[in-house]
């Protein structure tokens, strides 16, 4: 979930604010949906304390056969 988050905030383009028409500033992200993955993103005017959010839509990546999946390597201790 973490990098659907940092995936999200990369290209993310900040509102401009209706009243002051300077660029908001990002303060949160959350995950609003997971199927399909939606996340709002959170966004305050400097100027004027107004509040705005966006939505991005998340593709999923397929879902990975436990065979697949990495772990740390862990060495069984030597019988005696």
């Known amino acids: 979930m ?3 988050l940092k ?3 990369k290209d993310l383009e900040p509102p401009i604010c209706p009243k002051c028409h300077k660029e908001m500033a990002w303060y949160q992200s959350r995950l609003e949906s ?3 993955r939606v996340i ?3 966004f305050a005017c400097s100027s ?5 959010e ?6 999923d ?3 990975i056969p436990p065979g ?13």
């Open 61 to 63: 990546k397929p879902d």
């Open 40 to 42: 709002v993103h959170s």
């Open 48 to 52: 004027c304390n107004r509040t705005g």
């Open 68 to 80: 697949k999946l990495s772990r740390p390597f862990r060495r069984l201790p030597r019988a005696a």
């Open 34 to 36: 997971l199927h399909p």
């Open 2 to 4: 973490v990098d659907s």
């Open 7 to 9: 995936n999200s905030v």
């Open 54 to 59: 966006t939505k991005t839509a998340v593709e």
